[in-house]
């Protein structure tokens, strides 16, 4: 409310709902009146003439007012309470007028549904009505073309008179038809719309029940268009090539091949099948049904999702030169580290802008006559096999790393038998040269013991003497790697999608998963979209070696990658694909197929499933293991008898033979050749015995050189097929048949020779012809089931699933052993 020259108002939302009505005493407001559509509202004004009656309440009498009530409280009581009866008047007439918003804009909406409606009944009508007046004149034309192609009458005898009212009365019959017809069709059309759901039947509730979806109402109009037009015509059989996997449920059968699910249903019944839409039925049925209907079948599997990652084999003309890559390995107080820091403080910018060996373990060495040298120092002796296992040889030349002052020590060995079951070159470094006790003689001596023979000593591997804390010999050791990577010749195509590895991969806090790839083939750029083992994703970032940004990354170069769904393993793949789809496929295949392969209990490398694999696997001629022993006698002593098991089908080949206790890299190079570990007077420590559990990887513990001997020459004739001997325990003459009911046919039998079993095998006789195989249903003595019936007795026996036996006829009872080939 306001006050203006001594007049009050009430404004309400909008004059629509109804009208304000002021009544004035002597210049001030006595009431105020609202008039609505629905009631009449009266408002007393404070400060008007006050209210008598019985109604004027406590302000009129002060006698009747509450006590500790003044005149100026309760004008403002009297004030807010008018006030909320405005409000509240206000907020009525709101609703009022915005209802009738609504009613009208519903009216309008049906108004103009409905003229649309009316409009497409219209040009429905002018089609059906042209199409009619179409068909008329081509029924009239070909009743003008028969008239006048009637044969002339014969000579001699008299012309009938023309019957001009013949196409007149063809005409009124077919517009007789015509209109019957329209009518059918009217009345088809009205009940047809009758069941559409439109709009305006929608707003207004509708009769309720089941309505005709729009798919169902457009097909059943171009029906009745097309019979309007020319009669029906049948659809031509669309022919499509149909994805068959080696499993498939019935509905997604018929999915695929746009066919009803129930006819489907009914072909796999008539091929004998009692099966429902939702049963899986094998790919050799569903090929059958797929040619029954007429398609294509198009045989695919799970693994055919790889199939865009295939290798490529690029053109020599596509082949350019690209840096070595080259991992340097060995015992861990040989000076590894320093020899790497002492490269790299010596031909890399000094700074430590990102860290190289601490950012992304992987960095670039440009020796003086140019050669570009990638170097990787974080793979250890495990990290190195795990890319082994993981197919990911991105390693070109392993450097190994021996103490001139402690020779060759037993990770030494190790990392010696690594590079041999990676089949490649290596390089022998022999540190700490400058120290008085050093003697490089006797680390080339040393080596020779492992089958690793230095140019020294006339063999083929290149040694060089090199001191890292001196610098010397540094300059050599990079020319060497140069001259054995120009042997190598390596060459790759970088105008292609890239191929990688990943070095090592990490979950940063800020970057979220971040993977360090080596390139080893093609250019990955920014926005490529890839997959690396279980995880996929889109090339976010590329960060070099030196901690910058760069747009792509060619052959043998090694960068970070941002913008994986997950971090991978050290070890994974990467392959750039075309489509975000794909990678993402892809992923999800490997993803399901580690969890079989996990959840599957076979997973272990065990002896016993060492030998059921090789026996379905005809290719397997070789059993590996691994051996260590308590002393370096008893090991040769091993080798030397693993040499002599074996024939011309199968062998033992040992892996790696070492001395002293199983360590956690005996365990990842078995894991990696799925062979066992024989330990010899040794144990495996607690950190080998967890990842042996982890990873399934058997240890077996001998003290006894003969028991080992035994075990595996064991497992090595369980490479070969056991032979299968039969046993004849005895022959029964059948004297009579009888039916017996709920049995079937029992031959009274007279047991001839020998025993006949009730567990044994038995073969029907019939005039020295066998006639069936099997096993007994029962043996029977008098009226008691035995196990047994010896010979000169009596007894009954019935075949399992066969009862064609005669009179006459032999029984023949035998049992069947397996006899295990050994090897000599």
């Known amino acids: 409310m306001s006050d203006n020259d001594g007049r009050k108002t009430l404004g309400l939302g909008g004059s629509r709902p109804g009208n304000v009505k002021q009544s004035f005493s002597h210049g001030r407001t006595k009431n105020v009146v609202v008039e609505t559509k629905r009631k009449r509202v009266v408002v007393p004004k404070p400060g008007g003439q006050k209210p008598s009656g019985p109604g004027a309440g406590p302000v009129g009498d002060p006698s009747k007012r509450p006590a500790g009530i003044t005149d100026s409280e309760m004008d403002r009581r009297l004030k807010a309470v008018q006030a909320a009866k405005s409000r509240e008047v206000e907020e009525a007439a709101a609703r009022e007028a915005e209802e009738i918003a609504r009613a009208e804009d519903r009216e309008r909406r049906r108004a103009e549904i409905d003229a649309k409606e009316a409009e497409d009944r219209e040009r429905e009508e002018s089609l059906k009505a042209k199409a009619e007046e179409e068909e008329r004149a081509k029924r009239e034309a070909e009743a003008d073309a028969q008239a006048a192609a009637a044969p002339a009458p014969e000579p001699g005898q008299p012309r009938a008179a023309p019957n001009k009212a013949l196409p007149a009365a063809t005409v009124r019959k077919t517009e007789r038809d015509r209109e019957e017809t329209n009518k059918k069709n009217r009345q088809e059309d009205d009940s047809r719309r009758s069941g559409k759901l439109t709009v305006n039947q929608a707003l207004r509730g509708g009769e309720g029940g089941r309505q005709r979806s729009m798919a169902q109402m457009k ?315 279980e995880q996929w994703g889109k090339v976010r970032a590329l960060i070099d070696d030196q901690g910058n940004r760069v747009k792509e990354a060619g052959p043998s170069v090694p960068v970070e990658v941002l913008g994986l769904n997950g971090t991978p393993e050290a070890g994974d793949v990467l392959n750039v694909t075309e489509t975000e789809a794909q990678a993402r496929e892809i992923a999800e295949y490997r993803a399901n197929a580690a969890k079989d392969k996990r959840a599957a209990a076979g997973a272990a490398t065990t002896l016993e499933q060492l030998m059921a694999n090789a026996k379905a696997d005809e290719s397997v001629s070789e059993l590996p293991i691994l051996v260590k022993a308590d002393v370096q006698g008893s090991a040769e002593a091993i080798v030397q008898a693993m040499a002599k098991i074996g024939n011309d089908e199968v062998r033992v080949r040992v892996l790696h033979s070492g001395v002293g206790a199983i360590t956690e890299t005996d365990v990842g190079l078995a894991e990696a050749s799925g062979a066992p570990i024989m330990g010899f007077n040794v144990r495996a420590n607690a950190s080998a015995r967890n990842t042996a559990n982890q990873k399934g990887v058997e240890i077996r513990y001998y003290s006894v050189i003969y028991d080992l001997v035994d075990d595996v020459k064991a497992a090595a004739s369980g490479l070969l097929s056991n032979e299968i001997k039969e046993n004849f325990i005895g022959y029964a003459s059948i004297k009579e048949v009888f039916k017996v009911t709920g049995v079937g046919k029992v031959a009274g039998c007279l047991v001839t020779e020998g025993v006949a079993r009730r567990s044994a095998g038995v073969r029907l006789l019939r005039d020295n012809v066998v006639v069936h195989e099997g096993t007994l249903k029962t043996l029977k003595r008098f009226k008691d089931e035995v196990p047994e019936v010896q010979s000169g007795q009596e007894c009954g026996m019935a075949f399992e699933n066969y009862d064609d036996i005669r009179p006459g006829d032999v029984i023949e009872i035998f049992t069947r052993e397996e006899v295990t080939r050994t090897l000599a």
Do not use: C, W
Request: proline share 3%; net charge negative; hydrophobic share 45%.
């Open 219 to 533: 097909r059943k109009q171009d029906r009745a268009r097309a019979k309007a037009m020319g009669g029906n015509v049948e659809r031509e059989k669309i022919v499509r090539d149909v994805q068959l996997p080696p499993a498939i449920m019935v509905s997604e059968l018929a999915a695929r091949m746009a066919e009803k699910t129930g006819a489907v249903v009914k072909a796999l019944m008539n091929s004998g099948l009692m099966v429902t839409q939702n049963e899986t039925i094998d790919a050799d049925t569903a090929e059958l049904i797929i040619e029954e209907f007429g398609h294509k079948v198009v045989r695919v599997s799970d693994a055919d999702v790889e199939d865009v990652i295939k290798l490529e084999i690029d053109a020599e003309s596509d082949l350019v030169g690209r840096p070595p890559v080259i991992t340097i390995m060995g015992h861990v107080d040989h000076g590894k580290t320093s020899l790497l820091d002492a490269i790299r403080h010596a031909k890399v910018v000094a700074g430590e802008a990102g860290g190289i060996t601490q950012h992304i373990g992987a960095y670039q060495v440009t020796t003086d006559s140019g050669q570009v040298l990638s170097f990787l120092d974080t793979p250890g002796h495990a990290a190195f096999t795990s890319m082994r296992s993981r197919g990911a040889q991105v390693t070109d030349i392993v450097v190994l790393v021996v103490a001139a002052d402690d020779a060759v020590m037993p990770q030494t060995i190790e990392a010696i038998a690594h590079a041999k079951a990676a089949k490649v070159p290596m390089i022998v470094a022999i540190n700490k040269i400058d120290k008085p006790s050093a003697d490089p003689d006797r680390v080339r001596a040393a080596l020779l013991q492992h089958e690793v023979i230095v140019e020294k000593m006339s063999g083929d591997v290149q040694d060089v003497e090199v001191s890292a804390v001196t610098g010397q010999g540094l300059d050599s050791l990079l020319e060497a790697i140069a001259l054995q990577a120009e042997i190598l010749e390596l060459k790759a195509n970088p105008n292609r999608a890239a191929v990688g590895a990943v070095i090592e991969a990490q979950l940063d806090v800020g970057r979220g998963p971040v993977a360090t790839v080596l390139i080893q083939n093609g250019t990955l750029r920014t926005g490529d979209i890839f997959v690396v083992g």
